[in-house]
């Protein structure tokens, strides 16, 4: 008999191409990891230290599942990245080693209550409720890392009802996969499931009710959501 006073949550996870479920545990994400997004939010992209922020497990949406338009916002945002599966944890990873502790990759999106984000940036509050909200994260099916042995190129793009609207390359990446993984290992300690996104190219922009989203990131796969 459980000693659980209630049935524990179920287990988010995100399928793998060619079968099986990858746990996540945690989920990450790299704010302003390209120039030319950071200079839309008005920022200055020096390669100041990568900074981070989470969302819960379960904001996973995955099996390209409609993503219902959220509460308390009029200006939902996509945010196309690729991210990053840790198989093998560890803390103060070298950068050397980082891409030893990936399992595999995936095409993600960073949804974003911008309105929300902004409001609490201006304040100086937490950005959790812009960014962590339920279902934030839809994630299209990941792949082996072996499958993607050179994380350091590769176009990401977005399109919405066909037309594009994100257009990047991983080699434009402020900071790479393997130092953002070396990084954020520094900062607490990586365990398998820990997803990481890994930062959005520029074009980032709204979405309404019945927009059709659809990602890629080149050699790694692609995420599809509609918004409900
Ligand atoms: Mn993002």
């Not at 524990?8 to 060619?18: D, M």
């Not at 984000?117 to 950005?127: D, H, R, S, T």
């Not at 990481?196 to 979405?207: D, K, R």
Request: aromatic content about 8%; some cysteine.
């Amino acid at each position: 008999m459980s000693e659980y006073v209630f049935a524990p949550p179920a287990v988010s996870a995100v399928p793998v191409a060619g079968g099986g479920l990858f746990p996540v545990r945690r989920i990450y994400c790299v704010g302003r990891n390209y120039a030319a997004h950071a200079r839309e939010m008005g920022a200055d992209p020096t390669r100041e230290p990568p900074f981070f922020f989470a969302k819960p497990a379960d904001a996973v949406l995955t099996g390209g599942a409609d993503l219902p338009y959220p509460p308390q916002t009029k200006n939902l945002h996509h945010e196309m990245e690729l991210v990053v599966g840790i198989g093998t944890g560890g803390a103060d990873i070298p950068v050397a080693e980082a891409l030893g502790h990936v399992w595999g990759y995936a095409a993600g999106l960073d949804m974003t209550r911008r309105d929300l984000q902004n409001a609490a940036k201006k304040e100086g509050k937490p950005w959790e409720m812009g960014k962590g909200f339920d279902l934030s994260a839809p994630i299209g099916t990941m792949i082996p890392a072996a499958r993607f042995p050179d994380p350091s190129r590769g176009r990401v793009a977005l399109t919405v009802n066909g037309q594009i609207r994100q257009q990047g390359d991983l080699a434009d990446l402020i900071w790479s996969i393997a130092e953002t993984v070396a990084f954020l290992s520094g900062l607490v300690r990586l365990a398998p499931g820990d997803l990481i996104f890994t930062g959005t190219p520029e074009g980032v922009g709204p979405v309404v009710r019945g927009d059709l989203l659809e990602g890629v990131v080149e050699g790694v796969g692609t995420v599809r959501t509609r918004i409900a």
